[in-house]
Protein backbone atom coordinates (compact mmCIF):
# COMPACT_ATOMS: atom_id res chain seq x y z
CA UNK A 1 0.00 0.00 0.00
CA UNK A 2 1.23 3.62 -0.55
CA UNK A 3 0.45 6.51 0.88
CA UNK A 4 1.06 9.92 0.31
CA UNK A 5 0.63 12.50 3.43
CA UNK A 6 -0.24 16.33 2.72
CA UNK A 7 2.81 18.34 2.53
CA UNK A 8 5.30 15.38 2.92
CA UNK A 9 7.66 14.81 0.45
CA UNK A 10 7.23 10.78 -0.48
CA UNK A 11 5.41 8.35 -1.14
CA UNK A 12 6.21 5.33 1.77
CA UNK A 13 5.76 2.23 0.49
CA UNK A 14 3.95 0.23 3.09
CA UNK A 15 5.02 -3.57 3.34
CA UNK A 16 2.76 -6.09 5.48
CA UNK A 17 4.06 -8.30 7.97
CA UNK A 18 2.84 -11.00 5.96
CA UNK A 19 5.21 -10.10 3.07
CA UNK A 20 8.05 -8.76 5.72
CA UNK A 21 9.80 -11.77 4.94
CA UNK A 22 9.64 -12.33 0.96
CA UNK A 23 12.66 -12.32 -0.97
CA UNK A 24 11.13 -9.71 -3.68
CA UNK A 25 10.46 -7.48 -0.95
CA UNK A 26 14.00 -7.54 0.76
CA UNK A 27 15.27 -7.00 -2.68
CA UNK A 28 13.69 -4.06 -3.35
CA UNK A 29 14.28 -2.37 0.22
CA UNK A 30 18.11 -3.31 -0.45
CA UNK A 31 17.61 -1.22 -3.89
CA UNK A 32 16.02 1.56 -2.47
CA UNK A 33 18.69 1.76 0.58
CA UNK A 34 21.48 0.99 -2.21
CA UNK A 35 20.41 3.94 -4.38
CA UNK A 36 20.64 6.40 -1.02
CA UNK A 37 16.77 6.05 0.46
CA UNK A 38 15.43 5.44 3.54
CA UNK A 39 13.57 2.16 4.79
CA UNK A 40 12.21 1.41 8.29
CA UNK A 41 12.70 -2.11 9.16
CA UNK A 42 11.71 -4.33 12.59
CA UNK A 43 14.43 -5.53 14.49
CA UNK A 44 14.59 -7.14 17.94
CA UNK A 45 14.81 -3.95 20.08
CA UNK A 46 13.09 -1.04 18.38
CA UNK A 47 12.00 -0.50 14.73
CA UNK A 48 15.31 0.92 12.92
CA UNK A 49 14.97 4.06 10.77
CA UNK A 50 17.44 2.59 7.96
CA UNK A 51 20.21 4.35 5.70
CA UNK A 52 23.47 3.02 3.98
CA UNK A 53 25.97 3.52 6.46
CA UNK A 54 28.45 4.45 4.31
CA UNK A 55 26.83 7.15 2.73
CA UNK A 56 27.10 10.89 3.93
CA UNK A 57 24.04 12.08 2.05
CA UNK A 58 22.21 8.78 3.55
CA UNK A 59 22.95 9.31 6.78
CA UNK A 60 21.71 13.07 6.41
CA UNK A 61 18.86 11.90 5.08
CA UNK A 62 18.34 10.15 8.40
CA UNK A 63 19.22 13.30 10.74
CA UNK A 64 16.36 15.31 8.50
CA UNK A 65 13.46 12.19 8.62
CA UNK A 66 14.17 12.12 12.57
CA UNK A 67 14.77 16.06 13.12
CA UNK A 68 17.86 14.39 15.10
CA UNK A 69 20.38 16.54 16.00
CA UNK A 70 23.67 15.12 13.48
CA UNK A 71 26.05 15.32 16.33
CA UNK A 72 24.24 12.48 17.99
CA UNK A 73 25.80 9.59 16.66
CA UNK A 74 24.18 6.37 13.82
CA UNK A 75 24.41 2.74 15.35
CA UNK A 76 25.37 0.29 12.11
CA UNK A 77 23.76 -2.58 11.46
CA UNK A 78 25.71 -5.85 10.48
CA UNK A 79 24.51 -9.14 9.35
CA UNK A 80 27.47 -10.89 10.60
CA UNK A 81 29.28 -10.22 13.82
CA UNK A 82 32.84 -10.39 11.63
CA UNK A 83 31.47 -8.26 9.49
CA UNK A 84 32.49 -5.20 12.41
CA UNK A 85 36.00 -5.34 10.83
CA UNK A 86 35.30 -3.91 7.49
CA UNK A 87 34.02 -0.74 9.09
CA UNK A 88 36.16 -0.70 12.78
CA UNK A 89 38.82 -1.86 13.97
CA UNK A 90 38.36 -4.63 16.13
CA UNK A 91 39.62 -6.23 18.73
CA UNK A 92 39.98 -9.17 21.36
CA UNK A 93 37.93 -7.86 23.76
CA UNK A 94 34.65 -6.74 20.57
CA UNK A 95 35.54 -10.79 19.86
CA UNK A 96 34.62 -12.34 22.84
CA UNK A 97 31.51 -9.57 23.58
CA UNK A 98 30.63 -10.86 20.05
CA UNK A 99 30.94 -14.75 20.48
CA UNK A 100 28.73 -14.39 23.61
CA UNK A 101 25.60 -11.69 22.70
CA UNK A 102 25.54 -11.49 18.54
CA UNK A 103 23.73 -12.05 17.13
CA UNK A 104 21.50 -9.75 19.58
CA UNK A 105 20.68 -6.54 21.38
CA UNK A 106 24.32 -5.30 22.14
CA UNK A 107 26.17 -2.17 20.18
CA UNK A 108 29.93 -1.87 20.72
CA UNK A 109 31.59 1.18 20.00
CA UNK A 110 34.90 0.86 18.38
CA UNK A 111 37.71 3.20 16.48
CA UNK A 112 35.99 3.29 12.57
CA UNK A 113 37.59 2.79 9.71
CA UNK A 114 37.65 5.67 6.38
CA UNK A 115 34.70 3.84 4.66
CA UNK A 116 32.57 4.85 7.34
CA UNK A 117 31.81 8.39 6.66
CA UNK A 118 31.76 11.20 9.97
CA UNK A 119 28.09 12.11 8.99
CA UNK A 120 27.21 8.49 9.96
CA UNK A 121 29.63 8.93 13.44
CA UNK A 122 28.63 12.72 14.35
CA UNK A 123 32.07 13.79 13.57
CA UNK A 124 33.45 11.17 15.81
CA UNK A 125 36.16 8.77 15.30
CA UNK A 126 34.59 5.71 17.00
CA UNK A 127 31.30 3.75 15.21
CA UNK A 128 28.54 2.14 16.84
CA UNK A 129 28.35 -1.58 15.71
CA UNK A 130 25.46 -3.90 16.20
CA UNK A 131 24.62 -7.07 14.70
CA UNK A 132 20.68 -7.72 15.29
CA UNK A 133 18.85 -11.06 15.49
CA UNK A 134 15.72 -9.98 13.73
CA UNK A 135 15.61 -12.41 10.65
CA UNK A 136 14.27 -9.72 8.43
CA UNK A 137 16.69 -6.99 9.68
CA UNK A 138 19.65 -9.85 9.33
CA UNK A 139 18.27 -10.92 5.77
CA UNK A 140 18.11 -7.01 4.67
CA UNK A 141 21.37 -6.37 5.86
CA UNK A 142 22.49 -9.41 3.88
CA UNK A 143 20.76 -8.43 0.89
CA UNK A 144 22.17 -4.79 1.20
CA UNK A 145 25.32 -6.10 1.04
CA UNK A 146 26.40 -2.59 2.80
CA UNK A 147 25.79 -2.04 7.24
CA UNK A 148 22.60 -0.42 7.82
CA UNK A 149 22.90 2.86 9.79
CA UNK A 150 19.67 2.71 12.04
CA UNK A 151 18.32 4.61 14.97
CA UNK A 152 15.19 4.28 16.34
CA UNK A 153 12.56 5.15 14.09
CA UNK A 154 10.91 7.67 16.20
CA UNK A 155 10.50 11.61 15.10
CA UNK A 156 13.27 13.07 17.85
CA UNK A 157 11.56 13.45 20.96
CA UNK A 158 8.90 10.69 20.42
CA UNK A 159 9.14 7.28 21.84
CA UNK A 160 10.75 4.96 20.25
CA UNK A 161 8.26 2.55 18.46
CA UNK A 162 7.60 -0.81 18.55
CA UNK A 163 4.85 -1.76 16.15
CA UNK A 164 4.36 -0.30 12.76
CA UNK A 165 1.38 1.51 13.57
CA UNK A 166 4.00 4.08 15.49
CA UNK A 167 6.62 3.98 12.92
CA UNK A 168 4.10 5.09 10.36
CA UNK A 169 2.51 8.06 12.95
CA UNK A 170 6.15 9.25 12.99
CA UNK A 171 7.28 8.41 9.78
CA UNK A 172 5.07 8.28 7.09
CA UNK A 173 5.90 10.70 4.16
CA UNK A 174 9.41 10.87 5.27
CA UNK A 175 10.48 7.49 4.34
CA UNK A 176 10.96 5.21 1.63
CA UNK A 177 9.34 2.16 2.74
CA UNK A 178 8.42 0.79 6.14
CA UNK A 179 8.42 -3.00 6.47
CA UNK A 180 5.98 -4.42 9.23
CA UNK A 181 7.60 -7.04 11.46
CA UNK A 182 4.95 -6.79 14.39
CA UNK A 183 5.66 -6.14 18.01
CA UNK A 184 9.33 -5.84 18.69
CA UNK A 185 10.27 -8.67 21.01
CA UNK A 186 12.34 -6.57 23.87
CA UNK A 187 10.47 -3.13 23.23
CA UNK A 188 14.15 -1.18 24.80
CA UNK A 189 16.72 0.09 22.87
CA UNK A 190 20.16 -1.50 22.84
CA UNK A 191 22.29 -2.02 25.47
CA UNK A 192 25.64 0.05 24.57
CA UNK A 193 29.36 -0.39 25.47
CA UNK A 194 32.28 1.50 25.27
CA UNK A 195 36.00 -0.78 24.94
CA UNK A 196 38.23 0.85 27.54
CA UNK A 197 40.86 -1.29 26.71
CA UNK A 198 41.99 -5.31 27.22
CA UNK A 199 39.49 -6.56 29.30
CA UNK A 200 37.41 -3.38 30.10
CA UNK A 201 34.11 -1.70 28.96
CA UNK A 202 31.84 1.24 30.00
CA UNK A 203 27.97 0.84 30.11
CA UNK A 204 27.01 3.78 28.27
CA UNK A 205 23.05 2.32 27.46
CA UNK A 206 21.44 0.03 29.32
CA UNK A 207 19.48 -2.84 27.32
CA UNK A 208 18.52 -6.57 27.47
CA UNK A 209 22.14 -7.66 27.35
CA UNK A 210 22.38 -6.83 31.19
CA UNK A 211 25.03 -5.76 33.60
CA UNK A 212 25.73 -9.17 35.26
CA UNK A 213 25.51 -10.77 31.83
CA UNK A 214 28.46 -8.36 30.73
CA UNK A 215 29.92 -9.49 33.62
CA UNK A 216 30.36 -12.91 32.58
CA UNK A 217 32.54 -12.10 29.60
CA UNK A 218 34.54 -8.84 30.62
CA UNK A 219 36.17 -8.50 33.72
CA UNK A 220 36.08 -4.57 34.30
CA UNK A 221 32.67 -3.37 33.01
CA UNK A 222 32.17 0.11 34.72
CA UNK A 223 28.65 1.90 34.34
CA UNK A 224 28.94 5.56 33.38
CA UNK A 225 27.21 7.57 35.59
CA UNK A 226 24.70 9.28 33.28
CA UNK A 227 22.90 5.95 33.35
CA UNK A 228 21.38 6.44 36.67
CA UNK A 229 21.90 10.02 37.12
CA UNK A 230 20.95 13.43 35.52
CA UNK A 231 24.01 14.50 33.54
CA UNK A 232 26.02 17.48 35.46
CA UNK A 233 25.76 21.33 34.27
CA UNK A 234 28.87 21.15 32.50
CA UNK A 235 29.72 16.85 32.31
CA UNK A 236 30.69 16.06 29.12
CA UNK A 237 28.83 13.35 28.00
CA UNK A 238 30.53 9.84 27.27
CA UNK A 239 27.94 8.84 24.98
CA UNK A 240 26.62 12.32 22.89
CA UNK A 241 22.69 10.88 22.98
CA UNK A 242 23.64 11.82 26.95
CA UNK A 243 23.17 14.88 26.34
CA UNK A 244 19.77 15.58 24.79
CA UNK A 245 16.57 15.08 26.15
CA UNK A 246 14.42 12.26 26.20
CA UNK A 247 11.04 11.31 25.38
CA UNK A 248 8.42 13.22 28.56
CA UNK A 249 4.85 12.63 27.91
CA UNK A 250 3.54 15.90 27.78
CA UNK A 251 1.08 15.31 31.23
CA UNK A 252 3.69 15.01 34.05
CA UNK A 253 5.06 11.35 34.58
CA UNK A 254 5.83 10.48 38.33
CA UNK A 255 7.43 7.53 39.23
CA UNK A 256 5.94 5.90 42.87
CA UNK A 257 8.80 4.20 45.13
CA UNK A 258 6.68 2.39 47.99
CA UNK A 259 5.05 -0.53 49.73
CA UNK A 260 2.23 -2.24 46.93
CA UNK A 261 -0.33 -1.15 49.24
CA UNK A 262 0.47 2.55 50.24
CA UNK A 263 1.11 2.78 46.68
CA UNK A 264 -2.11 1.73 45.76
CA UNK A 265 -4.19 3.58 48.59
CA UNK A 266 -2.58 7.11 47.27
CA UNK A 267 -3.33 6.25 44.14
CA UNK A 268 -7.08 5.43 45.17
CA UNK A 269 -6.88 9.19 46.45
CA UNK A 270 -5.39 10.96 44.07
CA UNK A 271 -8.11 9.46 41.72
CA UNK A 272 -10.36 11.35 43.20
CA UNK A 273 -9.15 14.78 42.48
CA UNK A 274 -7.08 14.26 39.16
CA UNK A 275 -7.22 12.71 35.90
CA UNK A 276 -4.96 10.37 36.08
CA UNK A 277 -3.19 7.48 33.73
CA UNK A 278 -1.77 4.67 35.75
CA UNK A 279 0.78 2.67 34.36
CA UNK A 280 -0.02 -0.91 36.61
CA UNK A 281 0.55 -4.28 37.48
CA UNK A 282 -2.12 -6.42 35.58
CA UNK A 283 -2.85 -7.82 39.32
CA UNK A 284 -3.49 -4.51 40.77
CA UNK A 285 -6.23 -3.77 38.02
CA UNK A 286 -9.12 -4.72 39.93
CA UNK A 287 -7.69 -2.53 43.14
CA UNK A 288 -7.36 0.84 40.75
CA UNK A 289 -11.14 2.54 39.24
CA UNK A 290 -9.65 4.31 37.23
CA UNK A 291 -10.78 4.77 32.95
CA UNK A 292 -6.90 5.20 32.47
CA UNK A 293 -5.25 2.17 33.23
CA UNK A 294 -2.39 0.74 31.14
CA UNK A 295 -1.51 -2.68 32.67
CA UNK A 296 1.94 -3.59 32.29
CA UNK A 297 2.60 -7.23 33.30
CA UNK A 298 2.75 -9.09 35.87
CA UNK A 299 5.13 -6.85 39.24
CA UNK A 300 7.96 -9.24 39.21
CA UNK A 301 8.00 -10.02 35.26
CA UNK A 302 10.35 -7.15 34.00
CA UNK A 303 10.70 -8.71 30.19
CA UNK A 304 6.61 -8.10 29.79
CA UNK A 305 7.20 -4.52 31.86
CA UNK A 306 9.85 -3.30 28.96
CA UNK A 307 7.88 -4.73 25.64
CA UNK A 308 4.78 -2.35 26.91
CA UNK A 309 6.24 0.78 27.73
CA UNK A 310 6.69 2.52 24.94
CA UNK A 311 3.11 1.67 23.73
CA UNK A 312 1.82 2.86 27.10
CA UNK A 313 3.62 6.11 27.41
CA UNK A 314 2.28 7.24 23.69
CA UNK A 315 -1.38 5.76 24.24
CA UNK A 316 -1.28 7.24 28.08
CA UNK A 317 0.16 10.82 26.15
CA UNK A 318 -3.00 10.10 23.81
CA UNK A 319 -5.34 10.59 26.30
CA UNK A 320 -4.55 13.53 27.62
CA UNK A 321 -4.38 13.02 32.07
CA UNK A 322 -3.28 15.26 34.20
CA UNK A 323 -0.28 13.10 35.26
CA UNK A 324 0.98 10.03 34.69
CA UNK A 325 1.75 7.46 37.43
CA UNK A 326 4.05 4.29 37.17
CA UNK A 327 6.22 2.23 39.61
CA UNK A 328 9.73 3.21 40.01
CA UNK A 329 11.16 0.02 38.39
CA UNK A 330 13.90 -2.15 40.33
CA UNK A 331 17.50 -1.39 38.86
CA UNK A 332 18.27 -5.18 38.76
CA UNK A 333 18.98 -7.16 35.29
CA UNK A 334 17.11 -5.47 32.89
CA UNK A 335 15.46 -3.53 34.96
CA UNK A 336 18.16 -1.27 34.82
CA UNK A 337 17.64 -0.76 31.17
CA UNK A 338 13.78 -0.04 32.18
CA UNK A 339 14.52 1.98 35.10
CA UNK A 340 17.30 4.31 32.67
CA UNK A 341 14.17 5.23 29.92
CA UNK A 342 11.26 6.10 32.71
CA UNK A 343 13.20 8.00 34.80
CA UNK A 344 14.46 9.99 31.73
CA UNK A 345 10.55 10.35 30.26
CA UNK A 346 9.79 10.99 34.17
CA UNK A 347 13.06 13.70 33.97
CA UNK A 348 13.78 11.84 37.42
CA UNK A 349 10.52 12.69 39.13
CA UNK A 350 10.15 9.95 41.98
CA UNK A 351 7.45 10.40 44.80
CA UNK A 352 8.46 8.02 48.15
CA UNK A 353 5.40 6.70 49.88
CA UNK A 354 4.11 7.17 52.28
P1 LIG B 1 19.58 5.49 18.79
O1 LIG B 1 20.17 5.55 17.43
O2 LIG B 1 18.38 6.33 18.91
O3 LIG B 1 19.41 4.08 19.30
O4 LIG B 1 20.71 6.11 19.72
C1 LIG B 1 22.04 5.70 19.52
C2 LIG B 1 22.86 6.08 20.70
O5 LIG B 1 24.19 5.56 20.48
C3 LIG B 1 22.98 7.57 20.91
O6 LIG B 1 22.71 7.87 22.25
C4 LIG B 1 24.44 7.86 20.57
O7 LIG B 1 24.94 8.90 21.35
C5 LIG B 1 25.13 6.53 20.86
N1 LIG B 1 26.32 6.39 20.00
C6 LIG B 1 26.34 6.10 18.69
N2 LIG B 1 27.60 6.11 18.22
C7 LIG B 1 28.41 6.43 19.25
C8 LIG B 1 29.81 6.62 19.40
N3 LIG B 1 30.64 6.50 18.36
N4 LIG B 1 30.28 6.95 20.63
C9 LIG B 1 29.44 7.06 21.68
N5 LIG B 1 28.10 6.91 21.60
C10 LIG B 1 27.58 6.59 20.41
MG1 LIG C 1 16.48 6.69 19.76
Known sequence: MT?????????????????????????????????????????ETVYGLGGDATSAASSQKIYAAKGRPSDNPLIIHIAHPEDAARYAYVCPTYERLAKAFMPGPLTVILPKRDIVPPETTGGLDSVAVRCPSHPVARALIEACGVAIAAPSANRSGKPSPTCAAHVADDMDGLVDMIIDGGECDIGLESTIVRIDGEDA????????ITYDALCMVVSHVTIASAVLEKLAENERPLSPGMKYRHYAPDAPLV?????????????????????CAVLCYDEEVSSLESAML?????????????????????????????????HLPPREGLGLALYNRMIRAAAFAVRRIP
Open 294 to 326: YPVGRADDIAAQAKVLFRHLRDADRASPDVIYA
Open 3 to 43: KQRKGLPLKTLHISQDASHSSEVLCRAADILRRGGLVVFPT
Open 255 to 275: LLDGEREDVLAFLCEEQKSKQ
Open 201 to 208: VTLLRPGA
